[in-house]
């Protein structure tokens, strides 16, 4: 029967732990068997383990208590990207990164370093920048009483310093933030003695080459807000358990149950996300050429003509194949990447609140954070990458592109209205979820043993940052 539609009968053995149950038929390391090229050893590793079957408490997302608790102990201690380096190319060129309360200017200094600072003037506290903006400047100077700084974060001139004589220039100037770099993106953290980013990310840098997201640019950019908590926001994207239902539409071509999910330490966690064949629960399996049809949707603007599977071939190679001759016709070679690294959904969630996919056909990065003081609202990151044409011609980086909460997706420009619909059906989730956690009878939230471990993951790893 169709998901959602009928009872599917399965023999489970009796003696089987918590956790070990997996879907029945293909699974992720079955299709690395079949890859046309050598798979790597991150994409073999399995790592997951049974982290217990305890409800998530819902007050976790409606209570304001809580959310102080995450404003106080969790965000001023986590990393986080607040912008791309293509977005501060030049010596004064700055960007503004708000989270909840928070505000940090990101900068380009005179010797071409990248610097972060508070938002925050040492005088009285007034936000030297907007919120949320971007441009160019040779100094940072306090629209209130004029104290002014330079690109390093130095006070270097403020008015009626006769006045101030318990001032010392030296120790007033702006408070520094952590800042790092890895794939292209800056990454900030309010905490001075934070975890080093390298050791935060681990082990996402040794699966996947910093290089891969340093040649990309931002080619799209959606801001949507949402009106949920952001950790509803962020677990809509964590498992692929929901695809049966709200994404029906995918199942002829695309892995459901049958995902993969691992996860590391404290910080990092992944899904593999199968693409070319058909789910788990379809009620007709497709043919290879079905499947590959059904795969190209959404995909034309890059796929210049219809391929077609020929015998003895699967989808999931063809499709392998379109991208790595289309890719060299204009100077990249994808000769190297198997097929899983390049039509598959690999997902890298970094706690608290973002995701990478490094897959080639759709590269994508997410990213959630609270807007203001409101644990209810949300707001929404949603990048595309292309990557950065081989010849040197010239690229443009995109400006986010904001809609509301009752918006579609389909008036965004350039986003194709079949992927458009997608985000429409998960955030029209995300709303309901909150909701009903309101009202809701039982105290938390059930999760799957498997499926859902990534939304147990970054809950335990919350527990920690807050002492639960």
Not at 168 to 186: A, I, N, R
Request: charged residues 25%; aromatic residues 12%.
């Amino acid at each position: 029967m169709p998901a959602g539609k009928g009872t599917i009968t399965m023999t489970v053995e009796k003696d089987i732990k918590p956790g070990e149950a997996r879907c029945p038929g293909v699974s992720v390391q079955d299709l690395l068997d079949k890859d046309s090229r050598p798979v790597p050893d991150y994409l073999r590793q399995q790592d997951y383990e049974f982290l217990g079957d305890e409800p998530i408490p819902y007050q976790r997302y409606t209570s304001r208590d809580f959310f102080d608790q995450e404003l106080d102990q969790l965000w001023p201690r986590v990393w986080q990207w607040a912008c791309r380096e293509e977005h501060i190319p030049e010596p004064g060129d700055y960007v503004v990164y708000d989270f909840g309360p928070f505000s940090v200017i990101v900068t380009r200094t005179e010797s071409g370093d990248i610097a972060a600072f508070r938002n925050a003037c040492t005088h009285r506290g007034t936000k030297l920048r907007e919120a949320n903006t971007s441009g160019s400047a040779v100094n940072f100077r306090c629209p209130y009483h004029g104290w002014t700084f330079d690109l390093e974060g130095n006070l270097t001139d403020y008015m009626c310093e006769w006045d101030f004589p318990h001032v010392d220039p030296k120790e007033y100037g702006l408070d520094p933030v952590s800042v790092g770099t890895w794939g292209g993106f800056v990454f900030i953290n309010l905490d001075p003695d934070a975890l080093s980013l390298d050791e935060y990310l681990d082990p996402l840098p040794d699966h996947i080459e910093s290089k891969i997201f340093e040649d990309r640019y931002i080619a799209m950019h959606v801001q949507k807000e949402l009106n949920c908590n952001w950790k509803i926001a962020s677990e809509a994207f964590l498992e692929a358990y929901h695809v049966m239902e709200t994404h029906s539409q995918l199942t002829g071509a695309s892995g459901d149950a049958n995902t993969q999910y691992d996860f590391y330490g404290d910080h990092v966690n992944r899904l593999i996300n199968v693409a070319g064949i058909s789910g788990s629960y379809v009620e007709r399996p497709l043919t290879e050429q079905e499947i590959l049809d059904s795969f190209l949707v959404g995909d034309s603007g890059d796929v210049s003509e219809k391929p077609t599977v020929p015998e003895g071939g699967t989808a999931r190679q063809v499709v392998a194949q379109s991208f790595r001759d289309l890719a060299a016709s204009t100077g990249t070679d994808l000769s190297a990447f198997c097929d899983s690294e390049i039509v598959d959904s690999i997902a890298y969630f970094i706690f608290p609140n973002q995701q990478f996919f490094a897959g080639v056909s759709f590269p994508i990065v997410y990213r959630f954070r609270p807007i203001g003081l409101e644990h209810d609202r949300t707001l929404f990151d949603l990048i595309l990458l292309k990557t950065k044409p081989s010849d040197g011609s010239p690229w443009e980086t995109a400006e986010p592109f904001q809609i509301g909460h009752g918006e579609s997706f389909a008036v965004v420009p350039g986003l194709d209205p079949y992927i458009a619909n997608i985000y429409d059906q998960d955030t029209g989730n995300v709303a309901a979820a909150h909701q009903g956690a309101l009202t809701a009878g039982r105290s938390g939230a059930t999760l799957a043993n498997y499926q859902e471990v990534r939304i147990r993951h970054m809950h335990q790893t919350l527990e920690k940052y807050l002492g639960l």
